[in-house]
């Protein structure tokens, strides 16, 4: 009984001891924390400039060759062949 009486004592001592923690562990803790916070706004960030620059610039549709064709086409004429 003594035994289990001295495990009582030396656990119920112990158990405050674990509650507070490691001090590093909690530096750590608010360390991660501010990053995740700072990593969503730039992700928020970065999303509203995505919806700002697609509404206020339409996409408009590019013709590559289009500096390259005719802008009417020129009247074919029939040459005989002789």
Do not use: C, H
């Not at 030396?10 to 750590?28: C, F, H, M, N, W």
């Not at 706004?41 to 700002?52: D, F, P, V």
């Amino acid at each position: 009984m003594k035994a289990f009486a001295i495990a009582a004592i030396i656990t119920s001592l112990a158990v405050p001891a674990l509650a507070q923690g490691d001090p590093a562990k909690a530096e750590a803790n608010k360390a991660e924390e501010q990053k995740k916070k700072e990593s969503e706004q730039i992700e928020r960030a970065y999303k509203e400039m995505l919806k700002r620059t697609t509404r206020e610039q339409p996409v408009k549709k590019t013709d590559p060759w289009g500096n390259l064709r005719y802008a009417s086409f020129p009247s074919r004429t029939l040459v005989a062949v002789k």
